[in-house]
């Protein structure tokens, strides 16, 4: 029967998420267990792309093999590997079961696969049990014969999505980008938000169009920079990072454009500039508003002509760079107020990319939560770090001004606030939410009639308030479940849940 529904998968044509998903689910299922993960290598780190039975914050979370002994093990095995549940390696799950009755995790039975491609490994499914005896002989069997089934589901979606991808090409007519070969940069969620700007940034980067990053402090700007670089024809070419904001007017020429000898007092020789260095690839000019206008005029130059001239020098030097711009203020408005040469920024803006803030992705929150607590983990030498269920909430209640570096800078306060207050490094280190220390919006108060009390009591009237709530926030977004959950202000997830709860699904 398992084979069967293995099979159906197979043969129909999926997107890779759904693909994963439908799988861990089925496995979960068949071995009736308390969650399955399956892991995707990249480089020296494993990323769980599907799980069931975790917290959702695990998708977020990059297990650094060496520091993860039992899935440095799973690696090195071409044969499923068990460990028992008096196993003295560290679990990285460690605080991750959905389902766990407490803070700590209980005694649970672990095994794990190699899961190879065409000869190279291209990751691991592992599988963990509440109980200390749900893997005998005959599921690691099983495990090892569906093994190659799922190495099938991923061979034909590895296929599906090269196929999607030359169809786009053709259709655009443009060439291939370089294979990525590096995670430094990865662009971490889910949201649907975020799924259109990295669509939308997939198709801007087959062209040369000087592209203009729009968005608050915070919400990483610079990261979309690096995948609209790695995702076009000049990956293999730098890409050379200018914060504008951080050049003082008297350097600002020659940092960009270079100098010659005796250009000026302390030019002992002649030097070359950051669109030299960026010469065939991507130069990226972060906080562009705050570039003085005399450099305005050198750079409109560069985007017209593709020619620098360096300080002191009469000689015209062509250079084939593109420009990447981001800026966290209106520049339309420095426009009208003459701070910002109307003409550069209508050269800059041929593409302008709004990058949405947080608040406006809080899908992605425990993806990035669970990001930022497994790489404080590592960095604390601790054996887990997760959130409580109420610190989760406090996160999904705050607007987020600062947008991710905010998120990442309150998570890591909070653990080292953990170990202040005597938390240990052996424990499952559980973040409460008075040590995010957010600040918290006071409700409203709602005036009700002295002499009102629920005639059935009080969990029956919570309960119909919170029914009409949601079917109320249903309507006005015409049963679409993502936007309700967001005028709501929960997770989608949880409304799902909340509304099977009271018998609504």
């Not at 499914?125 to 005896?133: E, F, G, I, Q």
């Not at 070359?272 to 570039?291: K, M, P, Y």
């Not at 709530?469 to 909340?498: F, G, M, R, T, V």
Request: hydrophobic residues 45%.
């Amino acid at each position: 029967m398992l084979d069967a529904v293995l099979f159906a998968d197979l043969v129909t044509e999926l997107p890779a998420a759904v693909r994963w998903q439908r799988l861990v689910n089925t496995l979960r299922s068949h071995f009736a267990c308390g969650a399955v993960a399956l892991l995707q290598l990249q480089q020296s780190q494993l990323k769980p792309v599907a799980v069931q039975g975790l917290l959702r914050e695990t998708l977020g979370r990059r297990f650094v093999i060496a520091q993860h002994p039992r899935l440095a093990a799973i690696l090195a095995s071409r044969q499923p590997v068990r460990f028992s549940p008096g196993s003295a390696l560290p679990d990285p799950y460690d605080g991750l079961l959905s389902e766990q009755p407490g803070e700590a995790v209980p005694v649970h039975d672990c095994v794990g696969v190699a899961l190879y491609v065409e000869g190279r490994c291209w990751g691991a499914l592992t599988l963990d049990a509440m109980s200390p005896a749900c893997f005998d002989d005959t599921a690691i069997l099983q495990l090892q014969q569906l093994s190659l089934l799922v190495e099938a589901a991923i061979r034909i979606t590895e296929l599906e999505q090269a196929n999607r991808a030359l169809r786009l090409r053709e259709g655009m007519g443009i060439a291939a980008p370089p294979a990525e070969t590096t995670q430094q940069y990865e662009i971490i969620g889910q949201s649907p938000a975020l799924q259109r700007i990295l669509q939308e940034l997939d198709v801007v980067a087959s062209s040369d169009l000087p592209v203009l990053l729009l968005g608050e402090t915070g919400v990483g700007k610079e990261l979309f920079a690096r995948q609209l670089h790695r995702r076009s024809s000049r990956a293999a070419k730098p890409m050379i990072y200018v914060n504008c904001a951080a050049l003082p007017e008297s350097l600002a020429e020659s940092e960009l454009f270079g100098h010659s000898k005796g250009a000026f007092s302390g030019a002992v020789s002649e030097r070359a500039g950051r669109f030299d260095a960026a010469d065939g690839g991507t130069l990226f000019l972060d906080e562009i508003g705050e570039l003085a206008l005399s450099v305005q005029a050198k750079l409109l130059r560069v985007l017209q002509n593709g020619e620098i001239q360096r300080l002191g020098s009469d000689r015209l030097t062509q250079v084939n760079v593109r420009i990447v711009a981001a800026t966290n203020r209106d520049v339309q408005q420095q426009v009208k107020l003459g701070e910002f040469r109307a003409d550069l920024y209508h050269r800059l803006s041929v593409y302008p990319i709004p990058i949405p803030p947080l608040r406006e992705r809080r899908e992605d929150l425990p993806i990035l939560a669970g990001h930022f607590l497994e790489q404080n983990r590592c960095r604390l030498g601790l054996r887990s770090l997760k959130l409580a269920a109420a610190a989760e909430l406090a996160l999904f209640d705050y607007s987020w001004p600062g947008n991710i570096r905010e998120l990442e800078h309150v998570i890591s306060r909070a653990a080292i606030k953990a170990l202040s207050l005597g938390a240990q490094r052996s424990d499952i280190v559980t973040l409460q939410p008075e040590l995010l220390d957010l600040p918290q919006a006071q409700p409203a108060k709602i005036a009700l009639p002295n002499d009102l009390l629920p005639p059935q009591g009080l969990k029956h009237a919570v309960n119909q308030i919170q029914r009409q709530l949601i079917e109320q926030a249903l309507q006005q977004h015409e049963q679409c479940w993502s936007d309700a959950a967001k005028a709501l202000k929960i997770d989608a997830s949880n409304l799902h849940k909340l509304a099977q709860r009271l018998g609504m699904k």
